[in-house]
């Protein structure tokens, strides 16, 4: 009900969501001046932050961001894009973890790798997925046997609304908001994801080599292929 909650009062729920259109559009595109260059940003803050105190605060103190995406791209290509990018409305790169799910269930994490290891986040990744599927395990087990659920390990549900936050954004940042998505835009369309699967590359074939670290033979993949591409590391 909750994540309902939100959705239903997203102003960009049914129209145009760029920055220019009007007012509650700009506000539902905030985050892209997350994607600015780091010097820019760190001007426009103050000026934002001047009348946005508490909707930053509630930002910065959150321990993730749970990106609610509208579409789903059928393909692991387009699907990891939009994990790494999407269209940098409905982002706040200035946060650690970001977890980005869609209206079919998929789910995946964007991750600022300054600071915190990308195996860290693995680790964690592996846990809330073990959990969903003994969740889904459970409901579907009682729904084939008919028994009634017990989920008594969840802390109970907070009976209260979700807090929307609200912006007051002048000319001058409104203005930023078109610069970000337009240099965001320009950035992102220079990318191209291609996901490869390699049979039997994993853990087994790097332990019959009593190599520990998979890890290390990654990074010396991505080497390679830098090498070959460009001549050079």
């Known amino acids: 009900h909750q994540f309902e909650h939100i959705i239903n009062a997203s102003p960009d729920k049914d129209g145009d969501d760029s920055p220019a259109a009007n007012s509650p559009s700009a506000e539902a595109a905030v985050g892209l001046l997350t994607t600015l260059n780091r010097a820019e940003w760190a001007i426009l803050q103050p000026a934002l932050r001047l009348h946005n105190a508490a909707a930053l605060s509630a930002i910065e103190d959150a321990l993730f961001i749970l990106c609610l995406d509208g579409e789903s791209p059928g393909t692991s290509d387009a699907w990891s894009q939009q994990i790494l990018c999407g269209n940098g409305h409905n982002r706040w790169f200035d946060k650690t973890l970001q977890f980005i799910a869609t209206p079919q269930g998929k789910w995946g994490v964007n991750i600022d790798h300054a600071p915190v290891d990308g195996?860290?986040?693995?680790r964690l990744l592996s846990e809330i997925t073990t959990t969903l599927e003994n969740r889904?395990?459970?409901?579907?087990?009682a729904q084939t046997t008919k028994q009634p659920v017990?989920?008594?390990?969840?802390p109970p549900l907070q009976?209260?609304?979700?807090?929307?936050?609200t912006w007051d954004l002048n000319?001058?940042?409104t203005s930023s908001l078109v610069?970000?998505?337009?240099?965001?835009?320009?950035?992102t369309s220079q990318l191209k994801v291609k996901n490869v699967c390699l049979e039997g590359l994993g853990?087994?074939?790097?332990s019959s080599h009593q190599i520990d670290e998979l890890e290390?033979?990654?990074h010396l993949i991505l080497q390679l292929a830098y090498f070959r591409c460009h001549g050079q590391v």
């Open 216 to 218: 290390a033979i990654i």
């Open 119 to 122: 195996l860290t986040v693995v």
């Open 179 to 187: 610069k970000a998505e337009a240099d965001f835009t320009a950035l």
């Open 203 to 206: 853990e087994v074939l790097a």
């Open 171 to 173: 000319a001058d940042i």
């Open 150 to 154: 017990s989920l008594k390990s969840l």
């Open 159 to 165: 009976s209260r609304s979700p807090l929307q936050l």
């Open 136 to 141: 889904l395990e459970t409901v579907l087990t």
